[in-house]
């Protein structure tokens, strides 16, 4: 099923464009509000989701980026071997598949992953997951286009193993 490879490519031109775009009109740390619990804020994760490791010292990148190589060729691999009746399923892998590589871009060329997507709601008690900024607001950890692909396609599988009516062998 590499018929589904125009979604990753799409997901890595999108993901990178964006990102370009993000360095070029924010100015890191500062936030732009966009919409209600929406704003704009150009981050560095050296880390992994939610900024996990990014302290560590330096070897997480190259941790990161060869766990991730090895995993998009796995995914690769599984999306290669899909029959066409498993449309759903083949979204899904190249939907992570697109995430994996545009956070690898990142990860190879500048040493940290991009993020600039900003959501968060009006509480001084947030909820797991969440942190408090400025003692009014709680804000999920900063993303970008690849962290949501990877994300939708996650839920995409879940959805396709949870209603999947093929009988098993």
Known sequence: MLKWLWLTVLVVLVDQ???????????????????PYF????????????????????????FFTTLSIGVSIFIFL????????????AASL??????????????????????????YYPSNECLPFFYLLNQSNCHWPTFNIADSSIFLGAVLMII??????EPTE
Do not use: C, M
């Not at 993000?22 to 966009?34: C, G, K, P, W």
């Not at 599984?78 to 399923?89: A, D, M, R, V």
């Open 17 to 35: 464009a964006s990102k370009q775009a993000a360095i070029q009109l924010l100015a890191h740390s500062e936030q732009y509000s966009f919409l």
């Open 94 to 119: 190249a939907l992570i598949l697109g995430g994996a590589i545009g956070n690898i871009i990142d990860r190879s060329i500048y040493g940290h992953v991009i993020d600039f997507i900003d959501w």
């Open 39 to 62: 704003n704009f804020s150009l981050a560095f994760n050296k880390g992994a989701a939610f900024s996990f490791l990014s302290n560590a010292g330096g070897w997480q990148r190259w």
């Open 78 to 89: 599984w999306l290669k071997k899909l029959t066409p009746k498993e449309k759903l399923l």
């Open 160 to 165: 396709q193993a949870i209603f999947n009516k």
